[in-house]
């Protein structure tokens, strides 16, 4: 690019349209980057930087994100079964 004082007057409208363009773009960009639900023009629902809801068992995709139960070689832990002398009522 040649310096600023040798262009003729036509080439530095031309490159003030174009700096007017680009100026006009990043602005838009930023406009669209800072809307959030904190500013009031834009719905919470909007927001793109909110994590996924959901716990265990959310689906992502069809698929779920974890396994169901414990982990391989996990400890199992159980109650020890009462002897028949324990038990007071059955259920019918």
Excluded: W, Y
Excluded at 16 to 42: C, D, F, H, W
Excluded at 67 to 91: L, M
Aim: net charge positive; proline share 8%.
């Amino acid at each position: 690019m040649k310096e600023l004082t040798d262009c003729s007057r036509n080439e530095l409208i031309d490159i003030l349209k174009q700096q007017n363009v680009r100026i006009a773009e990043l602005e838009g960009k930023i406009a669209r980057l800072s809307k959030t639900a904190s500013t009031p023009s834009k719905p919470p629902s909007s927001d793109v930087t909110k994590p996924a809801k959901g716990g265990k068992s959310a689906k992502v995709g069809g698929t779920r994100k974890r396994e169901i139960g414990a982990d391989p070689g996990h400890q199992k832990h159980q109650r020890k079964p009462c002897s028949p002398g324990q038990i007071d009522q059955g259920f019918s």
